[in-house]
């Protein structure tokens, strides 16, 4: 099936800094990509939705300003956390739709933030 | 989205099948009804779906009831790597993201 690679799978930064996630389609093209963020024990909870060429779309309660999402090219978006602190400590993960009705998910991105 | 309702946990042996039922009573009639499951520290991974009939792939069965109130998934015989969270989620033909409930824990016991 089609790949979703993320990148870092696992990251540590101290609170104050910023941290890029990258999220690649590898054999597909995405003009639309969703990302995710999953507390421990808790389903996957969807953040925000990446568009190729315009603006990322916001779920309510999300901070667009803190979360910077850009979708430069067909097969790339990334999602900066910028001021990270520990309550932003969480799994992220990217998924792109595949045709009409599946979507395929990166692996995933561990950030701990101390 | 419509919503779905799933036991919280499951138990099964190795090398035996296993049925994880999936509530959708308020589906519509454009929706997908797809199956992804998560392993640990992973990101979700398609399983199967389907809309009216039954599917099979080389994962999984999907059996799904005649009024679309529910479905089921099959493992046909599981192993120890099928202990993951099964979550059962409906989607129509758009593109929008996935609503994830809290799933189904398959627990395999050797």
């Known amino acids: 099936g089609a790949v979703v690679s993320q990148h870092p799978s696992r990251v540590i930064c101290k609170s104050g800094t910023s941290v890029k996630i990258e999220c690649r389609s590898l054999?597909?093209?995405?003009?639309?990509m969703f990302w995710y963020r999953q507390f421990p024990k808790q389903s996957l909870m969807l953040m925000a939705t990446?568009?190729?060429?315009?603006?990322?779309?916001?779920e309510q309660g999300v901070e667009k300003d803190k979360f910077l999402i850009n979708h430069a090219s067909l097969t790339l978006s990334t999602l900066t956390v910028t001021s990270a602190h520990p309550e932003d400590s969480s799994f992220y993960i990217c998924?792109?739709?595949?045709?009409?009705?599946?979507?395929?998910f990166g692996q995933g991105t561990r950030l701990t933030v101390v | 989205d419509a919503k779905t309702t799933q036991p919280n946990s499951m138990e099964s042996n190795e090398e035996e099948p296993v049925h994880l039922p999936c509530n959708h009573s308020t589906i519509s009639g454009t929706d997908y009804i797809h199956w992804y499951r998560q392993l640990p520290s992973q990101g979700p991974e398609y399983v199967i779906h389907?809309?009216?009939s039954n599917v099979n792939n080389r994962m999984a069965s999907l059996a799904i009831a005649e009024d679309r109130k529910s479905s089921t998934l099959i493992l046909h015989r599981a192993t120890l790597r099928d202990a993951a969270v099964y979550y059962c989620?409906?989607?129509?033909?758009?593109?929008?993201?996935?609503?994830f409930g809290k799933g189904t824990h398959l627990i395999i016991q050797p």
């Open positions: 998924s792109a739709p595949y045709g009409v009705v599946e979507a395929f």
């Open positions: 989620i409906l989607r129509g033909g758009g593109a929008d993201g996935l609503t």
């Open positions: 389907g809309l009216t």
């Open positions: 990446s568009n190729e060429g315009s603006k990322a779309t916001y």
């Open positions: 054999d597909f093209q995405a003009t639309t």
